[in-house]
């Protein structure tokens, strides 16, 4: 069971080359040769980030993508949210329906707990505080 997958992981390889060259244009080439990412996969991630305004993206010669938003202000949860969708470790269902029990679940208060960390700690990663360590 993998909690990030590859297209988190390379999102955030490719905000943090952005990032660093701060306001650059920067050619998919660019990206993918500091990231050792390939051409073909990473232009897919750049597109979806691109429609979820996290970066703009420029056509023609000279085109590229540039960070849309300041590197303090892109967490590593959202990233996760785009290519992954909500951070859920457990739905707690009975046969498709709400456990008629989950008030009482003491697995439930525990499994939430780790869940609430989790989205603490993936939300105090920024671009920023990567580039920062």
């Known amino acids: ?5 590859r297209d988190s992981d390379y999102a955030m390889r490719a ?13 998919v080439d660019d990206i993918a040769s500091e990231t050792n990412v390939s051409h073909h996969f990473l232009r897919k991630i750049l597109q979806v980030l691109s429609r979820k305004n996290i970066i703009k993206s420029y056509k023609g010669k000279g085109g590229g993508f540039v960070l849309s938003r300041d590197p303090k202000k892109i967490n590593f949860i959202d990233i996760m949210e785009i290519f992954q969708g909500s951070l859920v470790l457990a739905e707690h269902k009975l046969n498709k329906d709400k456990c008629p029990k989950i008030k009482k679940c003491n697995l439930k208060k525990k499994i939430d707990k780790i869940e609430r960390g989790l989205l603490r700690d993936f939300n105090s990663i920024t671009v920023a505080s990567i580039l920062d360590n």
């Open 1 to 5: 069971m993998k909690l990030i997958t």
């Open 15 to 27: 905000l943090c080359v952005m990032a660093q060259e701060s306001g650059k244009i920067l050619s």
